[in-house]
């Protein structure tokens, strides 16, 4: 999942203040609040199933290069210079439509990018704005977020607001019932990779290493 900002309410200048002992501060955590939402666990395996379909597709793509590479690496000495070219033209396509695949779907602004803003973006809005409603309402002048940026050294259990926050969270979304609630399946990284075959040297025809 992608993780939250660091700070749920601005602290400007806090260390620089002389009357920070006066101020209440508490903090949450943000990653245990979307953990117990089914919402947010819904999205997220919405998000890992396509990830999982997209992987498949590319694995496929990544096995059909090598099996083409190795029937080629093992033709190549009997293949004439235009079946040479050809079998190298055809390896160097398919390796471009594999990068272009692996950036379309997992690149910085691929579909999955696009995908986690759609699903998981009105969900952080709603923690977001409750857990300032709720600061508001108890007086705080500071929230932190205890999983994001900014790590905390020290902090008393008392100004833990986290399941405080998923209770009003809980509140303000539609009643559901999800089965299966436990760990998150970690989202395979974005941008993969497959090992590079070594070719058989050839002096008089070596193969470019395709998209490399």
Known sequence: MKRIAG??????????GTSHAQQKIAYVDIAAIMKALPEAQDAQSKLDAL????QKELEAMEKEWQKKFNDYDKRKLILTDQGRANAERELQELDRQIMEFREKKFGQNGELFAKENELMQPIQNVVFQQIQELAVELGYDYVFDKSGGVSIIY????????????DRIKKMLPARTVSGQGETPQTPPREGGRPTPTPTPDTKNPLPVPGR
């Open 7 to 16: 700070l749920i309410l601005l602290l400007p200048l806090f260390l620089a």
């Open 51 to 54: 990830v999982e379909s997209w």
């Open 155 to 166: 902090a008393k259990d008392t100004y833990d607001l986290t399941n405080k926050a998923i």
